[in-house]
């Protein structure tokens, strides 16, 4: 007896497949050929029929679950979608195998005389499992004698070669009896038919006379096979060209991160810095005033010693002087008079300067008040692509006339940054490309306006930087009326 002859065969990874095409994306439950058939959609993805059922309920019309595609219910809902074949085969397909690897009882699937009639080998050209009467009967038959039949025992050998394909059984018509056990080895390519057809179906209903088309079925497969296919390649091209740029989103989520991190690094660095140089400035400034003060308390000590000495001659003379006129006799006071009155009159004599309030004259600490603001909000995150966007209002221009043009940067949300002291520089070309003196106003609300004095009419540009920066839209268009 000859053996199955040896094909090509695609490897499927069995778990993979359980993962990805034998369970329910909804209710993550196997599919099976009764309780969870497999139904898909026309966006051909899959759900077993309970889930679908309740899914779409009475609607008529709904999204699929997965890509969202819109999808017509039929009028018997989820049963007029058809059942997923791949999935069934391939389900009966890994379950045969197990069988097959591991020795378990395969009813017959020729005779079926039997429900424990065990196979015992697999005819490749039935397609079917064999029981013993059977399998002897291809052995006896003339006309099975020629097909190729292996053992059960020679097929567990390597269950993991055999090909899906050969363990598909062949379909029959079930159009009545006088169709009994003809094949379906045709295919009515009429636009009206498209199905498979027996032989019978195409000497009585499906002749070439009333129009009809019928086909030997390997020949239709190959039709639509490269029809499919050449579709398919397509769908293919697709994936290549989303793929692709799914990876340059990727590139570009992760271009995302660094920039991200190069901008927070510099954030922290500006600050950083300024800070530091704030906390030496802060110091330097504590310094001086510390100095000053020292400075200006060794003076006040200085002279409030000046003072204290003064004081105390002023007081030991009044003192003195009071005693000498309580309790000295006529002839003591009148003895020391003379001394008396010439203490008297060196103290009274020594002037007491008018003196100015050194603490009054203390140094006072002086800033801009845009200092702290500009260091604040001056810092922003304006550009795109190294240009800042802002609003450019020019006003009517005329020769000999001062005009301006008002600018207004803008932050990224489009919004106005509301932020005075910002390092604008404009340059303004005449007609014949000679460069006109501008001044630039700071209005203190986040706006700013150009003035300038044309001396020639004509279309002048504006040219706008900030920061360095290009403003988005340079140059700006100026026509100067004479």
């Known amino acids: 007896m000859a053996g199955i002859s040896s094909t090509s065969t695609v490897q499927i990874d069995k778990e993979d497949f359980d993962e990805r095409f034998l369970t329910c994306k909804i209710c993550e439950k196997p599919y099976d050929d009764s309780d969870r058939v497999p139904k898909y959609l026309p966006c051909?993805?899959?759900?077993?029929?309970?889930?679908?059922?309740?899914?779409?309920?009475e609607q008529k019309d709904f999204d699929c679950p997965d890509c969202r595609q819109q999808t017509k219910t039929p009028k018997s809902k989820a049963d007029g979608f058809p059942n997923n074949f791949i999935v069934l085969n391939q389900k009966s397909f890994f379950e045969t195998q197990k069988k097959v690897k591991h020795g378990l009882s395969i009813p017959c699937q020729s005779c079926r005389r039997s429900e424990?009639?065990?196979?015992?080998?697999?005819?490749?050209?039935?397609?079917?499992?064999?029981?013993?009467?059977?399998?002897?009967?291809?052995?006896?038959?003339?006309?099975?004698?020629?097909?190729?039949?292996?053992?059960?025992?020679?097929?567990?050998?390597?269950?993991?070669?055999?090909?899906?394909?050969?363990?598909r059984q062949k379909d029959y018509c079930n159009k009545g009896?006088?169709?009994?056990?003809?094949?379906?080895?045709?295919?009515?390519?009429?636009?009206?038919?498209?199905?498979?057809?027996?032989?019978?179906?195409?000497?009585?209903?499906?002749?070439?006379?009333?129009?009809?088309?019928?086909?030997?079925?390997?020949?239709?497969?190959?039709?639509?096979?490269?029809?499919?296919?050449?579709?398919?390649?397509?769908?293919?091209?697709?994936?290549?060209?989303?793929?692709?740029?799914?990876?340059?989103?990727?590139?570009?989520?992760?271009e995302l991160d660094k920039c991200t991190n190069t901008q927070k690094k510099q954030v922290e660095t500006f600050y950083s810095t300024y800070i530091k140089d704030l906390?030496?400035?802060?110091?330097?400034?504590?310094?001086?005033?510390?100095?000053?003060?020292?400075?200006?308390?060794?003076?006040?000590?200085?002279?409030?010693?000046?003072?204290?000495?003064?004081?105390?001659?002023?007081?030991?003379?009044?003192?003195?002087?009071?005693?000498?006129l309580q309790h000295s006799s006529e002839i003591e006071l009148l003895a020391a008079k003379d001394d008396i009155s010439q203490q008297l009159d060196k103290v009274s004599a020594q002037g007491i300067k008018e003196r100015l309030s050194l603490v009054k004259e203390f140094p006072k600490f002086f800033h801009h008040k845009s200092v702290p603001s500009n260091i604040v909000n001056g810092t922003v995150f304006a550009g795109y692509a190294d240009k800042i966007t802002s609003k450019v209002v020019t006003s009517a221009a005329k020769k000999g006339t001062t005009s301006k043009t008002g600018i207004t940067p803008l932050g990224m949300d489009g919004k106005p940054l509301g932020?005075?002291?910002?390092?604008?520089?404009?340059?303004?070309?005449?007609?014949?490309?000679?460069?006109?003196?501008?001044?630039?106003?700071?209005?203190?609300?986040?706006?700013?306006?150009?003035?300038?004095?044309?001396?020639?009419?004509?279309?002048?540009?504006?040219?706008i930087n900030i920061y360095d920066k290009n403003m988005d839209g340079n140059p700006y268009a100026i026509d100067v009326q004479g």
């Open 279 to 324: 906390e030496n400035r802060k110091k330097k400034l504590l310094k001086q005033v510390q100095a000053q003060k020292e400075k200006v308390q060794r003076a006040l000590l200085h002279e409030k010693e000046e003072y204290q000495t003064h004081l105390a001659v002023t007081n030991s003379t009044w003192t003195f002087t009071d005693n000498a």
């Open 116 to 167: 424990n009639s065990s196979a015992v080998s697999f005819c490749s050209e039935c397609r079917a499992f064999l029981c013993q009467f059977c399998h002897d009967a291809h052995h006896h038959t003339s006309g099975l004698a020629s097909h190729q039949v292996k053992t059960i025992k020679e097929l567990s050998k390597a269950p993991e070669s055999m090909e899906e394909s050969i363990f």
């Open 177 to 254: 009896r006088n169709h009994r056990n003809q094949e379906l080895t045709l295919f009515c390519d009429h636009d009206r038919c498209q199905l498979p057809i027996c032989l019978q179906c195409a000497f009585l209903d499906h002749t070439k006379g009333e129009g009809h088309e019928p086909v030997e079925i390997e020949k239709a497969v190959d039709k639509y096979r490269a029809r499919i296919e050449g579709k398919l390649e397509k769908v293919k091209t697709r994936h290549v060209k989303i793929n692709s740029i799914i990876e340059a989103l990727d590139k570009e989520l992760t």
């Open 419 to 463: 932020v005075s002291g910002l390092p604008i520089a404009v340059k303004i070309l005449d007609p014949d490309n000679q460069q006109l003196e501008a001044w630039i106003q700071d209005k203190g609300d986040g706006t700013y306006d150009v003035r300038y004095t044309p001396t020639k009419a004509g279309k002048h540009s504006l040219t």
């Open 44 to 57: 051909l993805h899959t759900y077993c029929k309970p889930c679908l059922a309740d899914y779409i309920k």
